[in-house]
């Protein structure tokens, strides 16, 4: 497949009169939200084929992504006071096993092994709100019903402080982390 991807690379210049590159400088003012809306315009505006299309849009989308570190750094933007507190959950978290998978998104952090077990997000300028996976504990303490998570967690711990991160929110989140096999 990779050879066939740069084949195609390769004969798009003779094939469609613009290189790759090219193709990228043509379709990043139009700011499409829809992979669809992209291919159409090329298909429709250039008279690309809908293969060379696709694959113009496919590859643009995909290097103009925002970067994990990215995507962490927005969610924090405004918010740079909590990023410490951020980073000791996500190590404490990360080294609980080599099978957890941290995959930012816009608003969260998720945490997952087999399925996700925890979900990090800053709530307020001041707060992150830790997410978790304990079906069938009953809240308690710190430990809220989901709150704004909704059906994505099952309970949701306050984080205020770094110091707010001890030995019960450590218990917690290891609890999580062993219930998601």
Not at 88 to 100: P, Q, R, S
Not at 161 to 178: F, G, H, P, R, T
């Amino acid at each position: 497949m990779e050879q066939a991807l740069q084949s195609m690379i390769d004969n798009m210049p003779e094939k469609t009169g613009k290189s790759l590159q090219q193709w990228f400088e043509v379709l990043a003012p139009e700011n499409f939200d829809k992979h669809g809306v992209a291919v159409k315009f090329l298909k429709d505006q250039h008279q690309v084929t809908h293969g060379f299309a696709n694959t113009i849009v496919t590859l643009y989308r995909q290097q103009s992504e925002p970067k994990d570190e990215d995507l962490v750094a927005l969610q924090y933007q405004g918010k740079e006071d909590l990023l410490p507190t951020y980073q000791k959950l996500a190590d404490l978290i990360g080294e609980m096993g080599k099978d957890v998978k941290v995959t930012p998104k816009k608003a969260t952090v998720s945490f997952i092994r087999k399925h996700q077990f925890a979900l990090v997000k800053p709530a307020t300028k001041k707060r992150i709100d830790v997410g978790l996976k304990l079906k069938g504990i009953e809240p308690k303490g710190i430990l809220e019903d989901s709150g704004p998570f909704g059906a994505m967690c099952t309970h949701r711990i306050q984080i205020n402080s770094l110091e707010d991160i001890n030995d019960e929110v450590i218990k917690w989140l290891s609890k999580a982390y062993e219930m998601s096999v």
